[in-house]
């Protein structure tokens, strides 16, 4: 008896892929939320935010530590979301699994937000690329979806 192998194909997300300028204007959201609980964080903690450590500025830091917390703990909590992406319906899925790891969250959302952050010129990888991702995300094996899109093409619960 012969065993007939059937090839396994990779499904085709090219029609739930979330653009740059959809992931931009989520991005925008999402930096108006970080901004009001910097602002916010500024207003009930009475620093000094002209204090420096190691030669970056007091402010610098806790804004930096706010964003990268608030991108981390937000994917971390609700599936591959944040505030931004929830209003635009949009969600990081993994390419590989059917859950996004906490390595690839944390190297996505903190290692790749800071590198991205410092370089920002990188973001305009996700335009050009073919599963419109971006540069940690092709690393990682991680891009972002259109929930509703990928729902009904593909008939998977996110």
């Not at 000094?48 to 530590?65: C, K, N, P, Q």
């Not at 996004?100 to 959302?109: D, G, H, K, V």
Request: glycine letters at 6%; charged letters at 20%.
């Amino acid at each position: 008896m012969t065993e007939v192998k059937i090839p396994i194909r990779e499904k085709d997300y090219r029609f739930a892929y979330a653009g740059f300028f959809l992931r931009l204007v989520a991005f925008l959201i999402d930096m108006l939320v970080v901004g009001g609980i910097f602002t916010i964080l500024k207003v009930f903690l009475p620093l000094d935010m002209d204090a420096s450590i190691l030669s970056f500025s007091l402010e610098e830091v806790l804004r930096t530590g706010v964003t990268l917390a608030y991108f981390f703990l937000m994917t971390l909590f609700t599936n591959g979301r944040t505030l931004g992406k929830m209003i635009l319906g949009l969600r990081v899925i993994s390419l590989t699994s059917d859950k996004l790891t906490f390595s690839q969250i944390i190297i996505r959302e903190v290692c790749g937000r800071f590198v991205l952050n410092k370089f920002k010129i990188l973001y305009l990888i996700v335009g050009f690329s073919p599963k419109k991702q971006g540069l940690f995300d092709i690393l990682l094996d991680t891009t972002v979806v259109k929930e509703d899109i990928f729902e009904h093409l593909y008939g998977e619960n996110l």
